[in-house]
């Protein structure tokens, strides 16, 4: 219901998003923008401070912590934060409840392609793909050899997936199908049976996942719930074959515990797209592993799912000033 506002809806854009979610931005009346014009940075903490004085919303990025004092940084006009991720734990929800702003994420648009790089990484990982690579660049490529860069096949293998959301089931999907990977998909999560058995998974519990072969963790919401979930007992309970695949937030996982469970084989290898930090330091024991393979958060990272995730977190916003 219009109110008849017409004062301009200021808003702070925190990072160059794609062309055309500026141009619906700049197309539409009433709203102008402050744009942190980087591509390649995060806009810095205190930047973002004194950018966010006075605004009405905020268009952010998950490298944006958006807290208490972002919030009273603003000011009372904050009336909506629209994130350009579907994970939020880089908001906190209750100060944003508290004060009665809004918060918008972009669910759904990224799912496939974040699910087609949860399947590359299984690939990557097990057959080997990143040392097979170097082989190549750094000539230790020799004669073909029965017995070199052997690794493990993701098709017709155990596949676990706990905590499964949309990611997951649309893992799932593309591991289940007979004639792509044909693979025994064990899915495990409270209230998931019904949505196992359609997707023709396995419903079992998760201490009977974990004894299988590999893992992908995928549930958003649930990473406040669950930080430090993946810890030395977990990894302890998988087999020594099994594969480790996050795709959600390092966040999950004690990182410590899964250099150590790497090192001395308690599993045989992990493929990690979200790490804590991001970036993960070049010194970091992760990468210097040979049964470890690190992606920089590029899960979504195709251009249509950026741009579609770009213009959702626009419309967010839009949806908001035209009701307003
Ligand atoms: C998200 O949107 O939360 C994803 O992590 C981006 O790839």
Same mark, same amino acid.
């Given at each position: 219901?219009?109110?008849?506002?017409?004062?301009?809806?200021? $808003?702070?854009?925190?990072?160059?998003?794609? %062309?055309?979610?500026?141009?619906?931005?700049?197309?539409?009346?009433?709203?102008?923008? +402050?744009?942190?014009?980087?591509?390649?940075?995060?806009?810095?903490?205190? %930047? /973002?401070?004194?950018?966010?004085?006075?605004?009405?919303?905020?268009?952010?990025? $998950?490298?944006?912590?958006?807290?208490?004092?972002?919030?009273?940084?603003?000011? @009372?006009?904050?009336?909506?934060?629209?994130?350009?991720?579907?994970?939020?734990?880089?908001?906190?929800?209750?100060?944003?409840?508290?004060? #009665?702003?809004?918060?918008?994420?972009? @669910?759904?648009?990224?799912? %496939?392609?974040?699910?087609?790089?949860?399947?590359?990484?299984?690939?990557?990982?097990?057959?080997?793909?990143?040392?097979?690579?170097?082989?190549?660049?750094?000539?230790?490529?020799?004669?073909?050899?029965?017995?070199?860069?052997?690794?493990?096949?993701?098709?017709?293998?155990?596949?676990?997936?706990?905590?499964?959301?949309?990611?997951?089931?649309?893992?799932?999907?593309?591991?289940?199908?007979?004639?792509? /990977?044909?693979? +025994?998909?064990?899915?495990?999560? @409270?209230?998931?049976?019904?949505?196992?058995?359609?997707?023709?998974?396995?419903?079992?519990?998760? =201490?009977?996942?974990?004894?299988?072969?590999?893992?992908?963790?995928?549930?958003?919401?649930?990473?406040?719930?669950?930080?430090?979930?993946?810890?030395?007992?977990?990894?302890?309970?998988?087999? =020594?074959?099994?594969?480790?695949? #996050?795709?959600?937030?390092?966040?999950?996982?004690?990182?410590?515990?899964?250099?150590?469970?790497?090192?001395?084989?308690?599993?045989?290898?992990?493929?990690?797209?979200?790490?804590?930090?991001? @970036?993960?330091?070049?010194?970091?024991?992760?990468?210097?592993?040979? #049964?470890?393979?690190?992606?920089?958060?590029?899960?979504?990272?195709?251009?249509?799912?950026?741009?579609?995730?770009?213009?959702?977190?626009?419309?967010?916003?839009?949806?908001?000033?035209? #009701?307003?």
């Amino acid at each position: 219901m219009s109110t008849g506002a017409t004062a301009p809806f200021k $808003l702070l854009v925190t990072r160059r998003i794609p %062309e055309v979610a500026l141009k619906k931005l700049s197309e539409t009346p009433g709203i102008v923008y +402050d744009l942190f014009d980087k591509a390649d940075v995060a806009i810095p903490p205190e %930047e /973002f401070r004194a950018r966010a004085r006075g605004v009405d919303g905020m268009l952010v990025m $998950l490298t944006d912590k958006v807290n208490q004092e972002i919030i009273q940084a603003a000011g @009372p006009n904050l009336k909506i934060v629209s994130t350009m991720s579907v994970g939020y734990n880089h908001i906190d929800v209750q100060a944003l409840s508290r004060a #009665n702003i809004l918060l918008g994420y972009t @669910p759904d648009c990224l799912t %496939e392609t974040t699910a087609d790089t949860t399947v590359a990484l299984m690939l990557v990982t097990a057959r080997k793909i990143e040392q097979a690579l170097q082989a190549v660049r750094n000539g230790t490529w020799g004669t073909w050899d029965p017995l070199w860069m052997c690794g493990k096949d993701v098709h017709s293998s155990t596949v676990g997936i706990v905590g499964c959301g949309r990611i997951g089931q649309a893992v799932a999907r593309r591991l289940k199908t007979l004639q792509a /990977f044909g693979c +025994d998909v064990l899915y495990s999560g @409270p209230n998931k049976k019904e949505e196992a058995d359609k997707l023709g998974c396995r419903y079992v519990s998760e =201490e009977e996942l974990l004894r299988s072969r590999a893992r992908v963790y995928k549930d958003h919401d649930e990473i406040r719930r669950t930080r430090g979930y993946f810890g030395r007992d977990k990894f302890r309970q998988m087999k =020594e074959t099994a594969i480790f695949i #996050n795709a959600t937030r390092g966040e999950a996982v004690v990182q410590d515990d899964l250099v150590e469970a790497l090192k001395d084989g308690t599993i045989a290898g992990a493929g990690l797209d979200v790490t804590m930090p991001e @970036p993960l330091p070049v010194d970091h024991p992760l990468l210097f592993l040979p #049964n470890c393979v690190v992606f920089p958060h590029i899960g979504s990272a195709s251009v249509p799912t950026r741009e579609k995730m770009a213009c959702m977190a626009v419309d967010n916003i839009i949806q908001y000033v035209l #009701n307003r």
